[in-house]
Structure formats: structure tokens, C-alpha cells
């Protein structure tokens, strides 16, 4: 089954920085759209970056660009979010996501959830 696992959050001071990955398994990891949602106390789950099957295009939330960047290894089956500068603002639960699907921006479109990795970054 499909199996999608986060590690990497933390309490971090604003200005700092983390890096979050998640590991993929039982699919084809090279075929699917991966991505980063976030979801904050009280507040939707938002999409954050994501990336596509090869790794050559990635897009971003205006709140973290220039901020933030996704990668991803097809051959270690994981996928990662570089969050430097963080601000206050960015606390929430992160959460990396798949989809089949050839566009893939709202929840919705995304069918596998990992568990969430908590980051708090306090100013």
C-alpha cells in the first residue's frame, strides 16, 4: 500500500531554517506528483510547493518563494522541502502528498497523505 512518511520538523527560531523529507513507498515514485501542504491552527490545509514525476519544474506559494525549496531523489524514493528564513508565520503541520494527476494544486487532487511533521518557529 501506499505509504508516505515525514521527518525533519522542529522548533526553530525565525530566521532559521529546516529541512523536512519524506519517504515514499508502494508506487511508482518517478510517475507521480509530489507536494507540500501545510495546515495551521484554525486555518485550510494550503498547498506550499510542489514538483513533478522528473524534478524539472517545482512551484511554490507566494508566501514562501524565494523562501522555500522542493527537490526530489527518484532513486531514494523521497522528496524534500529546504525552508530557510523562516518566519513565525510558517508554524503548521507539514505534510508531503502524491498525486497521478498532470496538474495537481488543490487537496483534492492529491489521493495520499503522509502524517504530518510538525514545525514551529518562534520569533
Known amino acids: 500500500q501506499v505509504q508516505l512518511v515525514e521527518w525533519g520538523g522542529g522548533l526553530v527560531q525565525a530566521g532559521g531554517s529546516l529541512r523536512l523529507s519524506c519517504a515514499a513507498s508502494?508506487?511508482?515514485?518517478?510517475?507521480?506528483?509530489m507536494a507540500w501542504f501545510r495546515q495551521a491552527p484554525g486555518k485550510e490545509r494550503e498547498l506550499v510547493a510542489g514538483i513533478t514525476w522528473g524534478g524539472d519544474n517545482s512551484y511554490y506559494a507566494d508566501s514562501v518563494k524565494g523562501r522555500f525549496t522542493t527537490s526530489r531523489d527518484n532513486a531514494k524514493n523521497t522528496v524534500y522541502l529546504q525552508m530557510n528564513s523562516l518566519k513565525p508565520e510558517d508554524t503548521a503541520v507539514y505534510y508531503c502528498?502524491?498525486?497521478?494527476?498532470?496538474?495537481?494544486?488543490?487537496?483534492?487532487?492529491?489521493?495520499?497523505w503522509g502524517q504530518g511533521t510538525q514545525v514551529t518557529v518562534s520569533s
Open positions: 508502494g508506487f511508482i515514485f518517478s510517475r507521480y506528483i
Open positions: 502528498a502524491t498525486s497521478s494527476r498532470p496538474r495537481a494544486t488543490t487537496t483534492a487532487d492529491y489521493a495520499y
